[in-house]
């Protein structure tokens, strides 16, 4: 039996174990939850995709919005965010997304301010703002990653000598300066990361 043909077979059975394992937090025909005004308004499942966000958002720490390319999960999440209450927001998304999440944050959410932030000291600035409006700081994943904390916990130097790949030097300081390497030698150097 392949498993197109497995679950054709065990279909219902596969749907009722799905359900009792996770069940859904929000359900459209058993909960009128009232959505808080927005700039625009959503359009067909969005406005229960907002709803079911919110919900989740209040009763845990983070959530994850998914969908196909083009049903609005920017516009979902930065409405959900908003329908929950949360007053300060800290997107990070991909780099090309930045501008993006700017914008759709201040076409959606009343009063809302978006700020693009490159670092913690950005951040800081953000956090230190008197007012109560929504705020959203948008940070590129790749800077949040990369930031000034992290610093390089081993060094490795890979140098081409007789035509093979020879570890030519491993070091455990930050700091080291590399060797003079021989004539016509090509190195690369690869950094294990650590935080504080």
């Given at each position: ?5 497995f679950?054709d077979?065990?279909?219902d059975?596969i ?15 058993e ?10 308004n ?10 079911g ?5 209040g ?13 609005g ?5 930065a ?6 209450g ?5 997107v990070?998304?991909?780099p ?18 978006g700020?693009?932030?490159?670092s ?24 949040a ?11 490795e ?15 455990a ?10 004539a016509?030698s ?5 950094r ?5």
């Amino acid at each position: 039996m392949n498993l197109a043909s497995f679950i054709d077979t065990f279909r219902d059975s596969i749907a009722q174990r799905v359900v009792e394992s996770y069940p859904p937090l929000y359900r459209p025909s058993e909960q009128a939850v009232q959505l808080p005004r927005l700039l625009r308004n959503p359009l067909g499942a969005q406005a229960d995709a907002i709803r079911g966000a919110a919900l989740s958002l209040g009763a845990n720490q983070g959530t994850t919005v998914v969908g196909e390319m083009g049903t609005g999960k920017t516009f979902i999440a930065a409405s959900a965010a908003h329908a929950a209450g949360f007053r300060r927001v800290l997107v990070l998304c991909p780099p090309h997304l930045v501008p993006k999440w700017k914008r759709e944050v201040e076409e959606t959410v009343p009063g809302a301010r978006g700020a693009i932030v490159t670092s913690i000291t950005d951040l800081e600035r953000l956090r230190l703002l008197p007012g109560s409006a929504p705020l959203f700081a948008v940070m590129s994943r790749e800077k949040a990653k990369l930031s000034y904390r992290w610093q390089p916990a081993v060094n490795e130097r890979w140098a081409v000598a007789g035509g093979r790949l020879v570890r030519d030097e491993v070091t455990a300081s930050p700091s080291a300066s590399p060797a003079a390497r021989p004539a016509g030698s090509r190195s690369s150097t690869r950094r294990a990361c650590r935080s504080p």
